[in-house]
């Protein structure tokens, strides 16, 4: 352990009462740590996206050098080895028609999954670009994006993505500006 790394306890964990295994919406939960986090240089806060008015307001598409997906997951599809170091890949955060028309028209890529619910989900990821992508392991890491304001906001939770990872097709994501009334209702002190 690197004298950067803080290591906790998870004391509670939270999940969504209405999540669906067959569909995957409302993928989401909480986790309550033993002692809050140092903020330092190398451990920050990120704000939470809010929400937009309705689905037909279009949403923003950030361009790849804003926005970042972490994770501990696979490095490459040839691996079964996770990563034992947070990992971030530049990313995109696609409007609605985009996210429908990708997991539509490549539904087996994603197991059958698709979005159909744009007040719950969005897409993100390297679009055409094989081999930079979320990957096995990295499910319930962030999408985050860098706003004007120079602060990092969590839009996502990553939910799932394609089968072998890597595709050059973006990951879904459950959209965390519509998810705020429940993650506040839902955490203690």
């Given at each position: 352990?690197?004298?950067n ?27 309550k ?156 002190p």
């Amino acid at each position: 352990m690197s004298a950067n790394e803080q290591v906790f306890n998870v004391t509670k964990i939270v999940a969504h009462s209405s999540f669906n295994r067959l569909t995957y919406f409302n993928d989401i939960a909480l986790i309550k740590l033993s002692r809050p986090a140092t903020i330092n240089q190398y451990v920050d806060l990120a704000n939470l996206a809010a929400a937009a008015a309705n689905c037909s307001v279009p949403q923003p598409w950030f361009p790849s050098t804003s926005c970042y997906v972490l994770g501990w997951g696979r490095i490459s599809n040839a691996s079964s080895n996770y990563s034992d170091s947070l990992k971030q890949v530049a990313s995109s955060y696609y409007p609605q028609v985009l996210c429908n028309i990708f997991t539509l028209s490549d539904s087996a890529k994603y197991g059958g999954l698709f979005v159909q619910n744009c007040e719950k989900r969005i897409c993100g990821g390297v679009h055409a670009v094989a081999g930079q992508d979320s990957c096995e392991g990295d499910s319930g890491g962030p999408l985050v994006c860098r706003h004007s304001d120079n602060q990092y906001y969590v839009h996502g939770i990553l939910s799932f993505g394609t089968v072998p990872c890597g595709q050059g097709l973006p990951a879904v994501f459950t959209k965390v500006a519509e998810m705020r009334t429940w993650i506040t209702t839902n955490m203690t002190p």
